[in-house]
C-alpha cells in the first residue's frame, strides 16, 4: 500500500508534463509561423518592392553618373498616438518638407486605434535624424529608394523622371524602363562635356537675341550616335511661362523649320539629274506659281547658278528646283530620309510629323523651301546626316555604340559628296558666313522660317536654325541649332535671320566641342608650306 501515493503522483506528473509540453508545442509552432513563416514572406515581399523601386545606374559615354537610386524611407505614423496632432503636424512639415495643413487634416480623420497614415515619402537620413529628436510615439520607417540626379539639370529633358515609386515618366527613364529596373545600368551616348558647352553657347545665344526658346543636337553621322542635345529654357524663366522646362522639344515637337529643308530639295534634284549646278534660275521678284506668288526675305538678281540658289537661299529658285521633282518622287524620297514618320530611338516620345494631305504643285513647291512640313529636330538632323555621310541609312541613338552603323543606300554616294560640297559652299559664299571657323572647314545651311499664327505667316516671329557638319571633306558631326523668335539688334546691324543669329552660335559649339572630340584645327596650307601665314 505505501507504493500506491507514489505510483499516483508519478502519474499526475506525466500527465501534467504532457500537457504542459503540448502547450509549448502549440506555442511554439504559433511562434514558428509568425516569426520566420510570416516574417519570411514578410521579407520576400519588402525585398519584391525594394527590386522593383531599385533601378541601375544611368552613365554618360566616359561613365559620369547621371542618375542613381539611394535608399531612402517612407515615413508613417499612428495619429492615434500623438498627444499633440497640432505641434507634431508643425515639426513633421519643417522635417519632410510635407504639407502642414494637409497633415493636420489627415490626423484629425484617422483618430482611431490601429490607423496609420503616409506622413511623406522618401525621407532623407538626414531629415530621418531630425524627426527622431523630436521624440514623437508611433514613427515607423519603411525603407524605399529615390532617384538622384548628381549632376543637376544637365541633360534633364534627355534622362528624364520617373515618379515616386520609380517608374519611368519621361525621356530615357521611361525609353529604359524595363531594363533599369532589371538592373542593367544604362551606358548612353551623351558626353556630359558636350553636353555642357552646347547647353551654355545655346543658353547664351538665346540671352543675346531674346529668343523664347532654343535647342540643339551634336549626333555622330556615322554611328548614329547623340553626344549632347539640349532644349531651352530647361527650368521656370521669365517671358516663357508657357513653355514647359521639363520637355525635350527636340524630340516631341514639331517645328516648320524653313530653308534648312532645301538640303533635301537640291539632294533629290542632285540625285535625279534634274538640275545643273551652273543652270542659271530665273528669280527676279519671285516666282509666280498659279494664284501664288513665292518670294525671298531679302532682295535677290535677276537670275542666280543653281549653287547660289542654295548658297543665297532663294524661296523663288529652290521652288522651280523642287517642281522638277514632282509630288510623287519628293513625297518618296522624304519618305525614304524618315521624314514623313516618327523618329525612332530609345526615347519612346518621338513627335509625329506633319505633312499635306494633298500632295500637289503648290506643296511640292512650299515643302521644298521648308514650309508647309514640320518635323523634330531630331528627324531633321538624322535625315541631314544620311545626305552628307556618304548616302547610308542610321537610326539615331541615345545609347553608346561608337562602331560605324551605316546601313543601305538612300542616295548614291556621288550625291553625298557634291551635297558636301554645296554645303561648304554656303559657309564661303553664302548665307553660312558667320559660322566659318578656320582650320575646320565647316559646311552648312541656314533656315530662317516665319511662324504661322492663327493660321497665317507672321513676318517678324521667326524660327532660325542652322545645320553644320564637320570636317565636311570626311564629315563625322552634325551640330543643329535652333532659335525660336531670336530679336535682331538692328543699332549694332545684327538681323534676326538665321545667318546672323544661328550660324554664329553653331561655330561657337564647334570651336568648343572640337578638341574635345579630338579634330584639331588643320594648320593654314601656306603655313605647311614653309611661307608667310
Known amino acids: ?14 500527465i501534467a508534463a504532457i500537457l504542459c509540453g503540448m502547450a509549448f508545442a502549440v506555442l511554439g509552432a504559433r511562434l514558428v509561423d509568425v516569426t520566420l513563416l510570416k516574417a519570411g514572406t514578410a521579407g520576400t515581399a519588402s525585398a519584391a518592392i525594394r527590386a522593383t523601386l531599385n533601378r541601375a545606374d544611368m552613365l554618360d559615354r566616359n561613365g559620369e ?18 498627444p499633440d496632432k497640432q505641434t507634431a503636424a508643425r515639426e513633421l512639415a519643417s522635417a519632410t518638407g510635407a504639407n502642414e495643413d494637409r497633415l493636420q487634416h ?15 515619402r522618401q525621407i532623407s537620413p538626414d531629415a530621418e535624424d531630425r524627426l527622431l529628436q523630436f521624440g514623437l510615439p508611433g514613427l515607423e520607417f519603411d525603407p524605399s529608394t529615390k532617384r538622384f540626379y548628381p549632376k543637376g539639370r544637365a541633360a534633364v529633358q534627355v534622362v528624364g523622371q520617373v515618379d515616386p515609386d520609380g517608374h519611368g515618366l519621361s525621356g530615357l527613364e521611361l525609353g529604359l524602363d524595363q531594363t533599369l529596373r532589371r538592373g542593367e545600368p544604362a551606358q548612353l551616348s551623351l558626353d556630359l562635356r558636350i553636353q555642357f558647352a552646347l547647353a551654355q553657347e545655346v543658353e547664351a545665344a538665346r540671352q543675346q537675341f531674346e529668343a523664347r526658346g532654343a535647342g540643339g543636337i551634336v549626333l555622330n553621322v556615322q554611328t548614329g550616335e547623340i ?8 527650368e521656370p524663366s521669365p517671358g516663357s511661362d508657357d513653355i514647359n522646362p521639363n520637355r525635350n522639344r527636340m524630340v516631341r515637337d514639331v517645328y516648320e523649320l524653313g530653308s534648312v529643308f532645301k538640303i533635301f530639295a537640291f539632294a533629290l534634284a542632285v540625285e535625279d539629274h534634274t538640275t545643273r549646278l551652273d543652270e542659271t534660275i530665273p528669280i527676279g521678284r519671285g516666282f509666280r506659281l498659279g494664284r501664288h506668288l513665292i518670294g525671298d526675305a531679302e532682295k535677290m538678281p535677276a537670275t542666280l547658278a543653281a549653287r547660289d540658289v542654295f548658297a543665297q537661299s532663294s524661296n523663288a529658285g529652290t521652288a522651280q528646283i523642287a517642281l522638277r521633282s514632282g509630288p510623287l518622287r519628293q ?29 500637289g504643285q503648290i506643296e511640292t513647291a512650299t515643302v521644298g523651301f521648308g514650309h508647309g512640313i514640320s518635323v523634330s529636330p531630331l528627324a531633321f538632323a538624322t535625315a541631314a546626316a544620311i545626305i552628307v555621310n556618304g548616302g547610308r541609312r542610321i537610326t539615331p541613338t541615345f545609347m553608346k555604340h561608337p562602331q560605324d552603323t551605316r546601313g543601305a543606300q538612300v542616295i548614291s554616294p556621288e550625291t ?15 548665307t553660312g558666313k558667320l559660322a ?3 582650320g575646320y572647314e565647316i559646311g552648312g545651311k541656314t533656315g530662317s522660317a516665319e511662324k504661322a499664327v492663327g493660321g497665317r505667316y507672321v513676318a517678324h516671329k521667326l524660327l532660325t536654325s542652322f545645320c553644320a557638319v564637320f570636317p565636311i571633306d570626311n564629315p563625322r558631326y552634325l551640330v543643329f541649332v535652333l532659335l525660336d523668335e531670336p530679336h535682331g539688334a538692328k543699332a549694332s546691324g545684327v538681323m534676326a535671320l538665321a545667318g546672323h543669329t544661328a550660324a554664329p552660335l553653331a561655330g561657337r559649339v564647334i570651336a568648343r566641342i572640337a578638341p574635345m572630340l579630338e579634330l584639331p ?6 603655313a605647311q608650306m614653309g611661307g608667310n601665314p
Not at 489627415?106 to 511623406?120: E, I, K
Not at 553626344?227 to 530647361?234: E, I, Q, R
Not at 513625297?331 to 500632295?359: I, M, N, Q, T
Request: cysteine-free; overall charge negative.
Open 521 to 526: 584645327a588643320k594648320a593654314p596650307i601656306v
Open 1 to 14: 500500500m505505501a507504493g500506491e501515493p507514489t505510483t499516483m503522483v508519478q502519474r499526475r506528473i506525466v
Open 331 to 359: 513625297r518618296e524620297f522624304l519618305s525614304r530620309l524618315g521624314l514623313l514618320d516618327p523618329v525612332r530611338s530609345e526615347d519612346p516620345e518621338g513627335a509625329k510629323p506633319l505633312y499635306p494631305h494633298h500632295w
Open 106 to 120: 489627415v490626423f484629425a480623420s484617422h483618430d482611431r486605434p490601429g490607423d496609420h497614415v503616409l506622413v511623406a
Open 65 to 82: 553618373l547621371l542618375a542613381r537610386d539611394l535608399p531612402v524611407q517612407d515615413l508613417y505614423l499612428e495619429p492615434y498616438a500623438l
Open 416 to 430: 553625298s559628296a557634291t551635297m558636301r560640297q554645296l554645303l561648304r559652299y554656303v559657309v564661303t559664299d553664302g
Open 227 to 234: 553626344l549632347a542635345m539640349a532644349s531651352l529654357p530647361d
Open 436 to 438: 566659318d571657323l578656320p
